[in-house]
C-alpha cells in the first residue's frame, strides 16, 4: 500500500539560494564591483558605474527570485537565472573593456599571475575571502578578478540550469505536476476502492461458507435427534409389548365340560 506521502507533491522543494556557490560568489562580485567602481570610476558623469552597479546586481538578485519562483515553477527559474547570466556577462566585459581601454592587461592563461589568481577565485566563494583585499587591490588586479568571477559564475550556472532543464524536459511545469498529483489521488483512491471491494467480497464469501457449515451441523443434529427419537420409540413399544397380561400373565385352566 502507497504512503499518501509518496504521492507527488504540486510545489517543490526549491534550493536554498543562500547555499548555491555561485549565488555566494555573485555577492562577493557584487560587493567588489560597489567598491571598484568607487575606487577607480569617477563619481559623476560617468554611466559606467551605474551599469556595472546594476548589471552585479541583477546577477545576484535574479538568482534569489530564480529560486524561489522555482518552488511553483521551473520554467520561471530557468528564466531568471537566464537573465541573472545575462547580467554576469555584461559586467564581466564591462571589466574587459576597462582593462583594454586602459592599456591594461588581461591575465590570460599565459600571464605569469593567472594560475594563482584562478586557484583563489574558484576555491573561494564567500564575500569574506574577498573583502579584507578590496582596499588593497589595483584596478588591474581587481578587474581581472571580477572578470574571472564572471567566468566561472557562469560555468557553474550552466551546470546548475542543465539539471533544471532535464528535470524540465522529464517533470513538466507546474501544470504537468497538478496534473499528476491530481490523476494519482484517483488512482490511489480507486485502488483503495478496489482493495475493499475485494475485502468484502472476501468476508461474505467467509459468512457464505460459515453459513453452510452451520446449516449442516444443525441438518447432522436434527438427524441424530431423529435417530434417538426413533429408538426411544422402538424401546418403549418393545417394553410396552413384553409387560402386556394377554401375553405374560399365567394360563388359567379351562374348566372340564
Not at 586602459?102 to 591575465?107: I, M, N, V
Amino acid at each position: 500500500m502507497n504512503d499518501p506521502d509518496d504521492i507527488e507533491r504540486v510545489l517543490l522543494e526549491g534550493a536554498n539560494w543562500k547555499e548555491l556557490r555561485f549565488y555566494q560568489k555573485s555577492e562577493a562580485l557584487y560587493q567588489m564591483t560597489f567598491v571598484f567602481c568607487d575606487r577607480f570610476l569617477p563619481k559623476h558623469g560617468d554611466r559606467t558605474v551605474d551599469q556595472m552597479v546594476q548589471a552585479a546586481r541583477s546577477g545576484k538578485q535574479n538568482i534569489i527570485e530564480g529560486s524561489e519562483d522555482g518552488k511553483t515553477s521551473t520554467e520561471m527559474e530557468l528564466k531568471l537565472l537566464n537573465v541573472a547570466r545575462s547580467s554576469t556577462h555584461e559586467l564581466r566585459e564591462d571589466f574587459k573593456d576597462y582593462l583594454l581601454s586602459r592599456k591594461l592587461s588581461l591575465w590570460d592563461k599565459n600571464h605569469p599571475r593567472y594560475t594563482k589568481m584562478h586557484d583563489f577565485t574558484r576555491a573561494h566563494n564567500r564575500l569574506e575571502d574577498y573583502e579584507p583585499f578590496f582596499a588593497r587591490w589595483s584596478d588591474e588586479e581587481m578587474a581581472n578578478i571580477g572578470y574571472t568571477m564572471c567566468c566561472q559564475i557562469d560555468v557553474m550556472m550552466n551546470g546548475y540550469l542543465a539539471t533544471l532543464e532535464d528535470r524540465f524536459r522529464k517533470e513538466g511545469g507546474m501544470k504537468e505536476r497538478m496534473y499528476r498529483v491530481r490523476t494519482g489521488y484517483r488512482a490511489e483512491q480507486d485502488r483503495r476502492m478496489q482493495e475493499m471491494e475485494a475485502t468484502i467480497k472476501q468476508q461474505a464469501a467467509r459468512i457464505k461458507a460459515l453459513e453452510a457449515e452451520l446449516a449442516r451441523k444443525k441438518e447432522e443434529e436434527r438427524k441424530e435427534e431423529e435417530g434417538r427419537g426413533n429408538k426411544r420409540t422402538q424401546e418403549d413399544a418393545t417394553i410396552k409389548a413384553s409387560s402386556s397380561p394377554i401375553l405374560s400373565g399365567p394360563l388359567s385352566s379351562s374348566p372340564v365340560l
